[in-house]
Structures are given as structure tokens and as C-alpha cells.
């Protein structure tokens, strides 16, 4: 689900947790709808029924203003209540974030690669025709499918406006949440689905490739024809167009391969590395970069989710469509290596580190301020190590004379400590 917010919806819960298991907020695309909806009045943790009510009667002129009409919000909203729960589950945070090789395991292990390949069979039809028209590979397509809601299983039963109108009135992020709820309340309008069947997530997310509300509204489409852009039924045909078409317009290149596997050669300059370093083909060639599985290297940067002692993978333009879908590398390898086990493509090949133990985000927030302290910029401390962060590792492990791959583990926590 970024913006900061970006695109993809909300970043602040971390990734972890595969869909069908408690899906991250993180894991769904979505953008703030047209609107200011600053200075409503909000509970802060403090809510009430009477409390949603007032704020309800608030909201109204200015969902109107967003485009909104009278008959729309007053028939969803109707039936619209305060939802506690909804509440506790937004405020609730992990302490600890699945190491990526565990996310991973959990994305391609189990059933998810043989029920995406029953599932390219099924649909080979429909699946053929997205791939011509968006050039996006039907396996990254099912992968998507798979890891947002295990191929339609887990789409979600909870009621979408009377979630977004508790988060946007008791939310930690409740001018977010109110534009998600006047996009939804347009989705209404529009006749693509009934108040009935506007079902998802507790966070709002929708269908079978989760789309947030306004992500729906501007990348959803009638692909079948029937005109609706139908993402909820049995039917996953717009569903999966939907998800094609937003790959395709967040840069996805026909033709171009989501990246590889690389191996680096003794002495390698680690400074090369990171989604900031971009090199083309012939350059990486030339400092002996070279593919696992004998390819030909592509134009792109060097990404080691794992350091210098795990594996590394060199991502193109097609990669970073991904993140544009969710804003965690470990969710777009998780799509990468999904897609390849359904198409049949061999797996990752090098050696995780897999005794490191996870870092606790009080870790990783004191790892921040410890850099802050050295005069190395992280852009804040939140608890999360982004490029920005990882960037400012690198610089501090320059200093220090030790590799400089941005790799955030308790040694480096023990060399700030130290």
C-alpha cells in the first residue's frame, strides 16, 4: 500500500506478514484522493459512536466538495458505525520484521507456486490477452495475485466505508484515510459495485489484488467488457487487468526482464551498490559483474537485501514498477521469484545469512540516531531502514573502513555502540 504517504498505501506497518497470513498495509497500491480534509475533528484514540456521528455530519460538505453527491453519501453512510476494532488494529505494531529470506520462503514455499501455476492454466486465455495489450508477463501478474490475496482466497469481508470512516475519524492517519473514503464513496457513484459487495481489508483494501480506493480510480479497468471495473467477484479477469495496466503505467518496460541474480567479483566496489547507483550493462560487464544464470547482464542497480554476505541481485526499471505496487524490496523479490518458480525459472541460488537475528525497530531506531549523531542523515528516526538510511550506513561504514554495504545488523549496532 506511496506518497510518504507514497504511492502505495500506507508504509507504516511493517512488511512481514504474507496476505493470507495478515497482510501489511504496505502490500496494497493507493494514493490520497482529491481533497483537504485537514482540521476535521478527530477522536485521537478517544473514540465513540456520538463522537463518529458529529464527525460524519462534518465530513459531508466536504465529500460533496470532493464530487461526492448528496444521495451517494447519504446512502452509504446511513448504515455506517464506529468500529473499535478497526481502530486496535491500526494502532497495533510488529516489533519485529521477518528477515527477507523468511518472507521469501513463505512467498514462493508452500502451495503458492503450484496453485499460480494451476492458476496460469486456468485462465491461460484471459491472461494471454492482458499480457498483449500491457506487456506486463502474465507470471508477475499471478505472482501479484498471489501474494496480495493467495489467488482470491483471502480477499477480505469487511465493509470498506464504515472502515475508512472510523480510520478517518479515529485513525493515526486520518487525512489519508478520508481521501481513501471519498474515493471509495466515487467508486459507488460510479455503479461499479453496490455498498453490499464494496468489501476488503480493515485498511481498505480491495479484490484480488488489493487495491486501495484510489488506486481503483485511476488504474482500474473494465477488461471483460461488462462495463464495470469489477475487482471483487469470483470473476478475477478486471482484477488482474487492473493490476497489469498499473504496472504498465508505473513504468513496467515489455521485453525487459524484472532484473537477476549477479555474482560480484573479488574486491568488487561495494560503493556501487544500492537503488541510487544506476549502471548500464557494459559498465557492470566491465567491473565483472556477472549473471548466476549465465545471461546477458542488464542496464540497472546492484540491490544486497541481505549485505555483502548474502545474495545479490541486479534490478532494472521493471523492479522498481514493482515497488512502485508495494515500497518493499523484500515484497518485490517476493514477486520476482514468484512469478519465476511459476514460469518455471530456477530459484535464488546464493547463501542467506540466516543466523543473523532480526532487528527490533527500537534497534533500528537507535541505529538512526546514532548515525544522526556522527553526522550521517537517515532523514529521521522512525524505526524503518529505508534508502536513506542505508545510504547513510554506507557512508558511516566508509569511515570506518569496513565494507560499505548499508546493511542494517547487530554488528553494525554493535560498531555505533562500540
Known sequence: MTRRISRIALTALLIGTLSGCGVSLSQTPGAVAGGNFAGLPTANGQGSEAGFRNWVMAFRPRALAA????????????????????VALDGRQSEFSKQIWEYLDGAVGGA???TGREMAARHAGTLSAIEARYGVPREVVLAVWGMESNYGANRGSTQIVPALATLAYDGRRGEFFAGELVAALRILQAGDVDNGHLV????GAMGHTQFMPSSFLGHAVDFNGDGRRDIWSNDPTDALASTASYLRQMGWRPGQPWGTEVVLPPGFDYNQTGKSV??????????????MNGTAVPSGSILLPAGARGPAFLITENFRAILKYNASDSYALGVAYLG?????????????????????????????RQLMARGFDTGGVDGKIG???SDAIKAYQRSRGVTPDG???TRLLALLRG
Do not use: C, N
Not at 453527491?69 to 473499535?84: E, K, L
Not at 476488503?200 to 485498511?203: E, I, L, N
Not at 557492470?284 to 549473471?291: F, I, K
Open 67 to 86: 464530487g461526492v453527491s448528496p444521495g451517494t453519501f447519504d446512502g452509504a453512510m446511513a448504515g455506517a458505525h464506529y468500529q473499535p476494532g478497526i
Open 112 to 114: 503458492r507456486t503450484s
Open 200 to 203: 476488503g481489508s480493515w485498511a
Open 278 to 291: 544506476s549502471r548500464s550493462a557494459s559498465q557492470w560487464s566491465a567491473m565483472g559483474v556477472r549473471t
Open 340 to 368: 519465476d518458480a511459476i514460469a518455471g525459472r530456477p530459484g535464488i541460488r546464493g547463501s542467506w545469512p540466516r543466523g543473523d537475528r532480526p532487528l527490533s525497530s527500537g534497534e533500528k531506531s537507535e541505529i538512526q
Open 387 to 389: 534508502s536513506k538510511t
Open 407 to 409: 546493511y542494517a545488523d
